[in-house]
């Protein structure tokens, strides 16, 4: 049987990391990903519920920015919206610098301090520091024809990035660009110049959902199951997420005939890489009055690495929960690891619901060299983890202790 849910997994990360064009959400490829899960987990008698939501696919082409005959390398952000200005250039390098600034109508750069960290979009509800929320504000309020971020390499960052985008947000509509701190210098040397800029992009309105397959449906406590399917554009998200929703169909299947006390919600989460996290928002406004009955949530992003372990953290768990789990992870050679909170799991936290999240040992390694990279490919995932880890939940899910406790 373990050879079994072996080529099973091996099988299901080979077609969720080949949709085309890929996962992210509203492409053909996202719900190529998704009609696949719906297939798959109504084959085993799961009542499943995959209502869309309105989201944006995003298309882009040629940009150029010009000053006479001399060309600059830029690009323009995801989301943004296109441009054809020829316009003054100025120049910003803090906070207080754009909040002086005259801009408006003319093109800005933005450089050095102000473009530390990328900004959260600007309707996000999970975390948005005020500081981010006041550079939006001064650029809503001065309304420049376009903007430029000069960014620098972020180690901190998800695949480590450069440049960065400073702005991902579609709901955002002055057009952005984005290009390297060297070249920002370049272009600083020649503020109050006038420059051409020319930038090809499209927003589509698009549809995505989530997958949420349901047992026991009407029980009065539930475990919830999440991972998210989405990925970024440009890789094919192995480890981030396909891994994860791998994981939800092994134990999908191993508990297609669980006949216990407690419900079983199998989430596969549509936009956890998503500017505006567009799957969670429509579960919480679809399902946040119903977040008491949540025993316990369980997340998984970033788990099968081949290098280290699996890990999981708990957050908000019950003593008779945290036992429950450290035994079952334990005999399954999953050991505890630091907390993290970049995952949907904190969705859940915030909400005061205790939550298990599992990732790898080498979390942080994966994160800064590989995740949002092309080199997130199938050949970085150990299935047998994936199995492993499924098989955990599966413990951890009928035990007859752990129905007790609800």
Not at 58 to 82: A, D, K, M, W
Not at 211 to 227: D, E, G, H, Q, S
Not at 299 to 328: F, H, Q
């Amino acid at each position: 049987m373990n050879d079994d849910y072996l080529a099973k997994a091996k099988s299901y990360l080979d077609v969720l990391c080949n949709v085309k064009p890929n996962r992210r959400v509203g492409s053909l490829g996202n719900r190529a990903a998704t009609d696949f899960l719906i297939k798959t987990l109504s084959s085993w008698g799961y009542t499943v519920d995959a209502a869309p939501f309105e989201c944006l696919d995003y298309e882009s082409g040629e940009v150029s920015l010009l000053r006479n005959s001399e060309s600059f390398e830029v690009y323009i952000s995801p989301f943004s919206l296109g441009v054809d200005v020829s316009a003054e250039l100025v120049v910003v390098s803090t906070v207080e610098e754009l909040e002086a600034s005259s801009c408006t109508n003319k093109i800005l750069l933005m450089k050095d301090e102000v473009c530390a960290e990328p900004l959260m979009p600007k309707n996000f509800v999970f975390y948005n520091p005020d500081h981010h929320k006041k550079i939006y504000a001064l650029l809503e309020e001065k309304q420049p024809a376009a903007i430029i971020t000069a960014t620098k390499q972020n180690p901190m960052m998800a695949g480590a990035p450069y440049p960065f985008p400073l702005i991902n947000d579609g709901d955002f509509n002055i057009p952005t660009m984005y290009c390297t701190d060297k070249t920002g210098e370049k272009l600083a040397s020649k503020a109050g110049e006038v420059f051409e800029l020319k930038a090809e992009a499209e927003r589509i309105p698009a549809t995505a959902c989530n997958v949420i397959a349901r047992k026991n449906p009407n029980a009065k406590k539930k475990i919830v199951v999440c991972a998210h399917v989405d990925a970024k554009e440009d890789t094919p998200g192995a480890t981030d997420n396909a891994s994860g929703i791998v994981v939800e169909l092994l134990l999908a299947e191993m508990l297609q005939n669980y006949k216990g006390s407690l419900g079983v919600e199998i989430v596969a989460f549509n936009g956890e890489d998503y500017y505006s996290a567009a799957g969670e928002m429509d579960y919480l406004r679809r399902f946040g009055g119903d977040f008491e009955r949540i025993a316990v949530a369980i997340n998984m992003d970033g788990a099968g690495y081949v290098d280290g372990k699996t890990a999981y953290s708990l957050y908000g768990c019950p003593p008779e929960i945290e036992k429950k789990a450290r035994e079952t992870c334990g005999s399954h050679g999953i050991v505890e690891g630091e907390q993290w909170y970049q995952g949907d799991h904190s969705m859940f936290v915030q909400n005061e619901r205790a939550a298990i999240a599992f990732t790898s040992e080498k979390a942080f390694e994966l994160l800064t060299t590989v995740t949002h990279t092309p080199k997130d490919m199938p050949e970085i995932v150990d299935c047998q983890k994936l199995v492993e880890l499924a098989q955990a939940l599966e413990r951890f899910t009928v035990s007859s202790k752990l129905s007790f406790l609800f």
